[in-house]
């Protein structure tokens, strides 16, 4: 499975990128702002998005739609990662279409158990 994951903080897409490497079967890149992402897709397609909320130049509700189109893939799976009080975050995230929504930090036993699922779901591998 490949997963795209976009934050602006290192940290989090170490974490991120470390946590996919134990999940296993798992293809990670990461990009720091939605241009990047953009431009990423151009030449490697995901299995799912992982978007932050809030990045440099746009924000996840945003860039989800972007990226879908980009694709050509109306229906690629996504999650929104944000520090933001999930409460809040679930309702429009669900409207801008998003799959699902994690907090951060990421819990990354949830991250594992979640990817592990998506993966044997798609009989996808890296």
């Given at each position: 499975m490949r997963v795209l994951y976009v934050d602006d903080d290192r940290v989090n897409?170490?974490?991120?990128?470390?946590?996919?490497?134990?999940?296993?079967?798992?293809?990670?890149?990461?990009a720091v702002t939605g241009a990047e992402a953009m431009d990423l897709v151009d030449s490697w397609v995901p299995d799912l998005l992982v978007i932050d909320l809030h990045?440099?130049?746009?924000?996840?509700?945003?860039?989800?739609?972007?990226?879908?189109?980009?694709?050509?893939?109306?229906?690629?799976?996504?999650?929104l990662c944000t520090a933001d009080e999930i409460a809040l975050v679930?309702?429009?995230?669900?409207?801008?279409?998003?799959?699902?929504?994690?907090t951060k930090p990421v819990e990354l036993q949830a991250v594992i158990d979640e990817l592990t699922r998506r993966n044997a779901s798609t009989g996808a591998a890296s």
């Amino acid at each position: 499975m490949r997963v795209l994951y976009v934050d602006d903080d290192r940290v989090n897409a170490l974490l991120f990128v470390e946590t996919c490497r134990v999940a296993g079967g798992v293809d990670v890149e990461t990009a720091v702002t939605g241009a990047e992402a953009m431009d990423l897709v151009d030449s490697w397609v995901p299995d799912l998005l992982v978007i932050d909320l809030h990045l440099p130049d746009t924000d996840g509700y945003r860039l989800l739609p972007a990226l879908r189109q980009r694709l050509a893939a109306p229906h690629l799976p996504a999650i929104l990662c944000t520090a933001d009080e999930i409460a809040l975050v679930q309702a429009p995230a669900r409207a801008a279409g998003f799959d699902d929504c994690w907090t951060k930090p990421v819990e990354l036993q949830a991250v594992i158990d979640e990817l592990t699922r998506r993966n044997a779901s798609t009989g996808a591998a890296s």
